[in-house]
């Protein structure tokens, strides 16, 4: 069984990663604009299900590998590192757009929908990091089965994070217009997203600690 401050400390590194600009979110916004909340709210079910995928991994030992073979580590976050670099550049370029900017983009079926946040997920690398080197520092061999106190701590990032990421889908239409209705607005939100998509980005490629493994 996990303790209370291992519960809350998941539950606020989640809190703080799901409110700081990402693949998740980003895809996520963008669909609720362009295609209601609805849509994004089975993107969101796509992304739940990649969160499962992920903790199901972690526990059955992906991390061991991961220790094992470190360089497939460095590689998931050289490349997540490039992806945030990307997705910066898209933001800060002239004529990048604002997260809360209304894309033209095309109706996707439900189907497509829900595979499109699943595979987002997937290759989101601050969730790899946070299950594979952030949530086995708050394992306690001493407090019983590793792999159920895995499941435990999984289990209130994958709340923690549907609740916030659902919140953002059902706001993003309001906010949008919003922004909109204040350009000077909408720019520092771009720059301020901007910003720390490439600050993220740059951290994920200089700092490459290896995945920790309970014991």
């Known amino acids: 069984m996990i303790s209370l401050s291992a519960a809350a400390g998941i539950a606020l590194i989640e809190l703080g990663l799901a409110l700081t600009p990402g693949p998740n979110m980003m895809y996520l916004v963008s669909r609720s604009i362009s295609q209601g909340w609805r849509a994004g709210m089975m993107s969101l079910s796509g992304t739940a299900v990649g969160f499962v995928v992920y903790m199901v991994m972690a526990n059955l030992g992906l991390a061991a590998v991961f220790l094992v ?7 998931l976050k050289v490349a997540g590192a490039i992806y945030l670099l990307w997705l910066a ?11 809360f900017e209304t894309s033209d983009l095309p109706r996707d ?9 699943l595979l987002t997920n997937l290759l989101n690398p601050k ?6 080197a952030l949530i086995p520092q708050f394992i306690d061999p001493a ?34 217009t919003f922004l909109q209705r204040k ?8 720059w301020v997203t901007g910003t720390l998509l490439g600050a993220i980005g740059v951290k994920l490629a200089i700092d490459a600690p290896a995945p920790a493994v309970a014991p």
């Open 69 to 75: 073979v470190p360089w497939l580590f460095i590689a």
């Open 183 to 190: 350009p000077t607005w909408m720019r520092w939100q771009k």
């Open 109 to 117: 079926s439900f189907g497509k929908l829900f595979r499109m946040g």
């Open 143 to 176: 407090a019983g089965s590793i792999v159920a106190q895995g499941f435990q701590l999984g289990a209130i990032q994958i709340l923690v994070g549907v609740a916030v990421n659902g919140a953002i889908i059902v706001a993003a239409g309001s906010v949008a």
């Open 127 to 132: 969730v790899a990091i946070l299950y594979l």
């Open 89 to 99: 550049y898209k933001t800060l370029r002239p004529g990048g757009k604002s997260l």
